[in-house]
Nanobody, 116 residues
Framework: QVQLVESGGGLVQPGGSLRLSCAAS????????MYWYRQAPGKERELVAV????????NYADSLKGRFTISRDNAKNTVYLQMNSLKPEDTAVYYC?????????WGQGTQVTVSS
């Protein structure tokens, strides 16, 4: 079965960096685009970034361009989210997702807290 397992979250000071990982299994990872979403307390889940199946195309939420970078390693079945210059408003649970036909598959999420 499809499994997505996020890791790498934690507490970081404003201006700091984190790299999130999402390990995928149960499907042909290199055939599917991968997404990072986040959900802050009291807010709707929002798209952070998406990467094509080959990694050749990426897109980001406009507000995050230049600070966040999505990448993938198809040999390791893993997608990453490098987050730099973190701000308190980046505090959220971060989820990776893939979609097969119309069905989305979500990981359990990893908490990122940006606070001094």
């Amino acid at each position: 079965q499809v499994q997505l397992v996020e890791s790498g979250g934690g507490l970081v000071q404003p201006g700091g960096s984190l790299r999130l990982s999402c390990a995928a299994s149960g499907f042909t990872f290199s055939s599917y685009a991968m997404y990072w979403y986040r959900q802050a307390p009291g807010k709707e889940r929002e798209l952070v970034a998406v990467i094509s199946n080959t990694g050749g195309t990426t897109n980001y939420a406009d507000s995050l361009k230049g600070r966040f970078t999505i990448s993938r390693d198809n040999a390791k079945n893993t997608v990453y989210l490098q987050m730099n210059s973190l701000k308190p408003e980046d505090t959220a649970v971060y989820y990776c997702m893939t979609r097969m036909s119309v069905r989305p598959y979500w990981g359990q999420g990893t908490q990122v807290t940006v606070s001094s």
